[in-house]
């Protein structure tokens, strides 16, 4: 089961379910190599649990994902952690350890993944702080950086070990304009760099604009628009129409109703 030379991942038929509930449903697409793919949708559409599973954090009902030519999905516990050395991650709240420095906290992939020399890890580590604009903190906590310098130093963890694919989970959520700006320019720049392929699950429609070259789009656990954000926009599926034009769902007075969706979210 290959992938094309030009697609890095494929998602081939993949039904995820939470107990009784079907969150994806059949889901097949792909990532070019050297591309940034937004995913996008309304909440509970599915965007977090499909990169999960493209990242291999989780494994879905039924179903393949193909990283690189391999059969992600089905192999044993031990290869897969293999094929996640060539990937990164960007969690959404940084997912920086508090108890350790920021150099730390980069260099711990390095450390836990090979056999470098510490010395050689200290450059590597300084570096990928550099990349970031985060030269010279290595030895700050946490707490001691802004909301985007978190961001920043998630990304240069996520870059530590040089990956294929950086997935990238709300990288500018709870930043104001200016620095969320700042972050889809590095994510930028990581593709132009390095050539990284990049699958990103964002709410901000000015970042969209920015760094897509193609947006699939989600919907009650199915993709409903693939393509460019202007081929994406230009969809007459009735929830593309709304989401692009911010139009409200009528809001329910029915109490049972209201209990319902809380109860069984979509």
């Known amino acids: 089961m290959n992938t094309p030379p030009d697609n890095i991942i494929q998602v081939k038929d993949l039904i995820v379910k ?51 030519q391999q059969n992600f999905t089905a192999m044993s516990h031990f290869d897969r ?33 090979t056999k470098l020399e510490e010395s050689t890890i200290q450059i590597m580590t300084r570096i990928k702080l550099e990349q970031v604009g985060l030269g010279g903190c290595e030895n700050h906590m946490p707490d001691e950086l802004s909301g985007g310098m978190k961001k920043r130093a998630g990304l240069a963890r996520a870059m530590a070990m040089d990956p294929k694919i950086i997935f990238y989970d709300e990288p500018s959520a ?19 760099a390095f050539g990284v392929s990049s699958i990103v699950v964002t709410h901000e429609m000015e970042s969209v604009k920015l760094i897509a070259d193609r947006v699939c789009m989600l919907h009650k656990g199915k993709v409903i628009a693939l393509g460019t954000l202007d081929e994406v926009q230009e969809t007459d599926h009735p929830f593309v129409q709304q989401f692009f034009a911010r139009k409200p769902n009528p809001i329910d007075h029915n109490k049972e109703n209201v209990l319902e969706s809380l109860t069984n979210p979509e």
């Open 81 to 113: 952690i293999e094929v996640r050395k060539t990937m990164g991650m960007c969690f959404q709240s940084s997912a920086l350890f508090n108890s350790m420095t920021i150099g730390d906290n980069v260099a711990m992939p390095l450390r836990e993944h």
């Open 18 to 68: 939470y107990g009784n509930h079907t969150v994806l449903n059949g889901i097949n697409i792909d990532v070019k190599r050297g591309e940034i793919l937004v995913i996008l949708g309304g909440s509970g559409s599915g965007k977090s649990t499909l990169l999960r599973n493209m990242a291999g954090l989780m494994r879905p009902h039924a179903g393949h994902v193909i990283i690189d």
């Open 174 to 192: 709870g930043l104001d304009p200016i620095v969320a700006a700042e972050i889809d320019t590095l994510i930028l720049d990581m593709q132009h």
